[in-house]
């Protein structure tokens, strides 16, 4: 039985993801002819009709998605094996995709970056910062290497070192009006003005764990879009949060008039490391999470 080459399955997944000859053969480094050639032989090869043509647009059909999925797939194994000989070759060297998530990214990178630089001065670290939601697909479809992220989120088929425990303080402002620091507490107080950010990062959710594990209460219907956003509503008293204490000696919160009081080592998140299970570079990633563990 003949097979398809690895050529034609890049050419695949690239129109698959472009839905577009002209970007796809871009990114393949192709002519736009070439590329036709290899699908259309695919196309005879599998004995299906991967994509439906016309002047304007193309679109996949059914059935082409579905092996442009399974193709994505195999060339994902394709880099493992690649993956496993360059590192039987040279372990501790190479690129490394790392994604790190926006309420880590600002308060670790200043000082983790000089480290990682120093440790792995043979490996190439290259950086995308999103919610923990896209960088957990990132890594699966095989665009990322490497998470630096917090804890307890779901991620199935990962492998994940805990680095250190992040506690998660009270914060409001020096004089506010919403609540008393000193007797608040989040299970039994009013929420009305809780600032929170958005839905999608994952420290809304472990703010919320914190406060209201079991139970649903209203809260104040302001999301913030980041951090930074958050931090200087509440320095302008429009409310109280929970922040992680890492931001705690950022200079957006040292300047902001924003007080802090600890709830105590139950509340906290857990910093951590995440690699695919069963990647050829997990000892590597082990070796880098033990290094920025011991240097926190």
């Given at each position: 039985?003949?097979?398809?080459?690895?050529?034609?399955?890049?050419?695949?997944?690239?129109?698959?993801?472009?839905?577009?000859?002209?970007?796809?053969?871009?990114?393949?480094?192709?002519?736009?002819?070439?590329?036709?050639?290899?699908?259309?032989?695919?196309?005879?090869?599998?004995?299906?009709?991967?994509?439906?043509?016309?002047?304007?647009?193309?679109?996949?059909?059914?059935?082409?998605?579905?092996?442009?999925?399974?193709?994505?797939?195999?060339?994902?194994?394709?880099?493992?094996?690649?993956?496993?000989?360059?590192?039987?070759?040279?372990?501790?060297?190479?690129?490394?995709?790392?994604?790190?998530?926006?309420?880590?990214a600002p308060f670790m990178l200043p000082g983790l970056l000089p480290v990682l630089r120093s440790e792995f001065a043979e490996m190439d670290f290259f950086l995308s910062e999103d919610l923990t939601a896209g960088l957990y697909e990132h890594l699966q479809n095989g665009d990322l290497d490497l998470l630096l992220v917090a804890l307890p989120y779901?991620?199935?088929?990962?492998?994940?070192?805990?680095?250190?425990?992040?506690?998660?303080?009270?914060?409001?402002?020096?004089?506010?009006?919403?609540?008393?620091?000193?007797?608040?507490?989040?299970?039994?107080?009013?929420?009305?003005?809780?600032?929170?950010?958005?839905?999608?990062?994952?420290?809304?959710?472990?703010?919320?764990?914190?406060?209201?594990?079991?139970?649903?209460?209203?809260?104040?219907?302001f999301n913030a879009s980041s951090l930074s956003t958050l931090i200087h509503m509440i320095g302008s008293d429009l409310g109280f949060s929970l922040l992680p204490q890492m931001a705690i000696d950022s200079p957006v919160v040292q300047n902001s008039g924003i007080k802090l009081r600890s709830l105590g080592t139950e509340s906290s998140r857990e910093i951590a490391m995440v690699w695919r299970k069963g990647s050829a570079r997990s000892e590597d990633f082990r070796v880098v999470a033990d290094t920025v563990a011991a240097n926190h």
């Open positions: 039985m003949q097979l398809p080459s690895v050529k034609q399955m890049q050419y695949l997944v690239a129109v698959n993801e472009t839905q577009h000859f002209g970007k796809a053969a871009d990114a393949c480094f192709v002519t736009q002819s070439a590329l036709s050639t290899g699908i259309r032989e695919l196309e005879n090869l599998l004995g299906v009709k991967l994509f439906e043509r016309s002047r304007k647009q193309i679109s996949t059909t059914p059935v082409g998605e579905e092996i442009g999925r399974q193709a994505k797939h195999c060339l994902q194994e394709i880099g493992v094996m690649i993956e496993m000989a360059e590192r039987n070759n040279k372990p501790l060297s190479g690129p490394v995709r790392l994604g790190i998530i926006p309420t880590i779901s991620m199935p088929d990962t492998e994940q070192r805990v680095l250190f425990k992040d506690p998660l303080m009270l914060a409001f402002h020096g004089d506010t009006r919403h609540i008393d620091p000193e007797t608040w507490e989040p299970r039994e107080a009013s929420l009305d003005m809780l600032m929170l950010l958005e839905e999608g990062h994952c420290l809304r959710d472990h703010a919320l764990d914190k406060i209201m594990p079991n139970k649903k209460r209203n809260i104040n219907p």
